[in-house]
């Protein structure tokens, strides 16, 4: 079973209490962008197998929104950060290549 932390209101919350809310960091379309770009935002997603970044709603305790880093493959958890971070903390960044040498942190365009 996934469990992850709110980092807003301190509670190991299972999976049960938790709401999906797809991937993390993404750069929104403004008002300028072509239809193409407009389409990828709302449609273009990565699915890795191995370190993703997800967003997550804290749904049956305090209602925010926060990030994961996680394994999709092994479930395994880096840690969880507010929503309001523009990328992963570094602390996690450094978690994620200890465990997973040869990974290095994407930035979205």
């Given at each position: ?33 072509s239809d193409e770009e407009f389409h ?43 929503a309001q971070t523009t990328e992963p ?10 465990r997973r040498p040869g990974w290095t ?5």
């Amino acid at each position: 079973m996934l469990i992850l932390h709110c980092p807003y209101c301190g509670v190991d919350a299972d999976e049960t209490e938790l709401a999906p809310g797809g991937e993390a960091h993404l750069k929104r379309a403004g008002p300028d962008s072509s239809d193409e770009e407009f389409h990828d935002y709302l449609f273009a997603r990565e699915n890795p197998r191995g370190v993703h970044f997800e967003r997550w709603r804290h749904a049956a305790g305090c209602g925010k929104w926060f990030h994961a880093a996680r394994d999709t493959a092994t479930l395994e958890v880096f840690g969880t950060y507010p929503a309001q971070t523009t990328e992963p903390p570094r602390e996690i960044r450094a978690r994620i290549s200890v465990r997973r040498p040869g990974w290095t942190w994407r930035e979205f365009s």
